[in-house]
């Protein structure tokens, strides 16, 4: 079964880091997309980055790039997101997903390009 395991959240004051780390297992494609996700109380899910694991390209929302860094170890099955600098309005559920097939960069922001999703993970930016 594909999983995927989100971590490293936590409570943050304003101005400092997290790195989170999703944990995938599973499935054994060559060429798969792991995106990061955020859902604040009351909002929709949206996307904050994405990798792919061949080319290694990358994109990130306006709001956190320059301070969030996406990266892979696929010798550790670990998709990463660096995030400094955070900001209360970075406040939410951070959640990793898979895209085995079918999955067009342009869209990597939409959550149905993913096929699986992990756990979440919560993280709180005190002001």
């Known amino acids: 079964d594909v999983q995927l395991q989100a971590s490293g959240g936590g409570l943050v004051q304003t101005g400092g880091s997290l790195r989170l780390s999703c944990l995938f297992s599973?499935?054994?494609?060559?060429?798969?997309?792991i995106g990061w996700f955020r859902q604040a109380p009351g909002k929709e899910r949206e996307g904050i980055s994405y990798i792919m694991s061949d080319t290694g390209k990358t994109d990130y929302a306006n709001s956190v790039k320059g301070r969030f860094t996406i990266s892979s170890d696929n010798a550790k099955n670990t998709v990463y997101l660096q995030m400094s600098n955070l900001q209360p309005e970075d406040t939410g559920v951070y959640y990793c997903?898979?895209?085995?097939?079918?999955?067009?960069?342009?869209?990597?922001?939409?959550?149905?390009?993913?096929?699986?999703w992990g756990q979440g993970t919560q993280v709180t930016v005190s002001s």
């Open positions: 997903a898979v895209a085995l097939g079918g999955f067009y960069s342009t869209q990597w922001y939409s959550t149905n390009q993913f096929d699986y």
């Open positions: 599973g499935f054994t494609f060559d060429v798969w997309a």
